[in-house]
């Protein structure tokens, strides 16, 4: 079956950097874009980017453009998130979430359980 | 970037009831919209898709109509399970949730 497993929780000061991993099982990890979504404590989701992990290719929403990177490792099936210049305002849940298939755009079906990223001095 | 409001932003009401949640797009997405349903402390789960199309294993209560930039999520027969927030999200030009729908037992 179909699995996106995440890291663990993680407690960061302001400006630090922080990168989450996504383990993918189930399917054919370079067959499907995987992308990352966010959520703050008690609000709506927010989508941040998604990754190409055949060819490596990113797309990000302005927002993050300068501060997020994608990138995979095919040997593991592992797709990571960086986001650096850490604020408080980027406490929340972390979702990786694998979109529905590569025919243009298309939605999520699969999500990870979230990795919650708490930013604190 | 493509904005998408949801109305309302909170639903109250009882098991059986038939229930209707809205989701307007700042400019037309044709019929590339979905779904989904999140409880508490739980992922998203996709509901619907292109609008109107069911995703595997979601029951039949749960139906979606529109296209252009005015698309419902409707309830029939609203069931003890089904009290969770909802979110609409358009893939025409990228990803973009609305803010979602609250829907709590009256």
């Known amino acids: 079956q179909v699995q996106l497993v995440q890291s663990g929780a993680e407690v960061k000061k302001p400006g630090a950097s922080v990168k989450v991993s996504c383990k993918a099982s189930g399917y054919t990890f370079s067959g499907y874009y995987i992308h990352w979504v966010r959520q703050a404590p008690g609000q709506g989701l927010e989508w941040m980017g998604r990754?190409?992990?055949?060819?490596?290719?990113?797309n990000h929403t302005q927002r993050f453009q300068a501060r997020v990177t994608m990138t995979r490792d095919t040997s593991i099936t592992t797709a990571y998130m960086e986001l650096s210049r850490l604020r408080s305002d980027d406490t929340a849940l972390y979702y990786c979430?694998?979109?529905?298939?590569?025919?243009?755009?298309?939605?999520?079906?699969?999500w990870g359980q979230g990795t919650l990223v708490t930013v604190s001095s | 970037d493509i904005q998408m409001t949801q109305s309302p932003s909170t639903l109250s009401a009882s098991v059986g009831d038939r229930v209707t949640i809205t989701c307007r797009a700042s400019?037309?997405?044709?019929?590339?919209l979905a779904w989904y349903q999140q409880k508490p402390g739980q992922a998203p789960k996709l509901l619907i898709y292109k609008a109107s199309s069911l995703e595997s294993g979601v029951p039949s209560r749960f139906s979606g109509s529109g296209s252009g930039t005015e698309f419902t999520l409707t309830i029939n027969s609203l069931q003890p399970d089904d009290f969770a927030t909802f979110y609409c999200?358009?893939?025409?030009?990228?990803?973009?949730f609305g803010q979602g729908t609250k829907v709590e037992i009256k």
């Open positions: 990754m190409n992990p055949n060819t490596g290719g990113t």
């Open positions: 400019q037309s997405i044709g019929s590339w």
């Open positions: 979430a694998r979109e529905f298939s590569f025919r243009g755009n298309q939605p999520f079906d699969y």
């Open positions: 999200q358009q893939y025409n030009t990228y990803w973009t």
